[in-house]
């Protein structure tokens, strides 16, 4: 396949792939690995235009073919089912192979995960917005793009977080190619995007719902997760707004290692 994903393997056990968000990379998850592959065989990718997985072929930055790219990695390692946790984007990711290949799913966690914009009046202001960043990115102005990135409401919580911890995040960011960037964000951006609950509710894959105490939005869509999925539980990470991964790794890590190796889903 011309889209071969980077991942890099850790430590021994059930397999649990990691999808990071928009703007990440595997080295994301670098924290809450440390803590997992203690317990699990950790696989962490790059999707498709961060990190390692640039490709410059705009047709291959559908979600169908990330999923079938995932899928290959899955079947490269020949696992034959696989907990899959996403965040945001990766979240997004994980909704739509859990939705297409249920049967390859063990357990499934969403990380500050959105189901899709309810109405076409929704996506097309999303994309429009989201216009304005590509052409940032497709400018070459990846700086620029980060400065702007980072001073959205969204991550209001991180400012909280020590200096070291927001350099090597947006090290993270300013790492990646800002056209495979545009690119992502213009075929995988929530406008773009078809909304999954009618898919999700015919998914019988054991799902965690997280969401920080400090994204009122994401908890309301966890919320109407919760009530789509049949098997699922949401849990509120404290002390967090939406990047859940980065500003509390080892409660995300603890509540991931319980919700796979004991039984706290709902029936």
């Not at 929530?190 to 997280?210: A, H, P, R, V």
């Not at 699922?232 to 409660?251: A, C, D, F, Q, R």
């Amino acid at each position: 396949m011309k889209n071969k994903l980077f991942y890099k393997i850790e430590g021994n056990g059930l397999p649990l792939l990691l999808i990071h968000g928009f703007t990440g990379s595997h080295k994301s998850f670098d924290d809450i690995s440390k803590y997992l592959q203690q317990f699990f065989k950790i696989i962490r990718i790059d999707l498709i235009g961060h990190g390692k997985s640039m490709n410059e072929d705009e047709s291959l930055y559908s979600f169908k073919n990330s999923i079938e790219s995932i899928l290959e990695i899955i079947d490269e390692l020949r696992i034959i089912k696989v907990n899959l946790l996403g965040y945001s984007l990766g979240g997004r990711n994980a909704m739509h192979f859990a939705s297409k290949f249920k049967e390859r799913v063990n357990k499934l966690i969403l990380c500050s995960s959105s189901y899709g914009l309810e109405s076409q009046l929704e996506k097309d202001k999303r994309i429009k917005s989201d216009q304005r960043l590509v052409n940032l990115l497709e400018n070459n102005k990846l700086k620029e793009f980060v400065e702007y990135w980072e001073s959205l409401p969204l991550w209001n919580s991180e400012n909280r977080l020590s200096i070291e911890k927001k350099k090597n995040h947006r090290k993270i960011r300013l790492s990646n190619n800002p056209y495979g960037l545009a690119l992502n964000l213009k075929h995988q951006g929530q406008g773009k995007q078809n909304n999954l609950l009618s898919e999700l509710k015919k998914i019988n894959t054991k799902t965690l719902i997280l969401y920080g105490e400090k994204d009122n939005k994401y908890k309301k869509l966890s919320t109407k997760l919760e009530k789509t999925i049949r098997k699922s539980k949401t849990i509120m990470v404290p002390e967090s707004g939406h990047n859940i991964i980065l500003e509390n790794p080892i409660y995300v890590s603890r509540a991931v290692k319980n919700f796979i190796l004991g039984d706290t889903y709902v029936n």
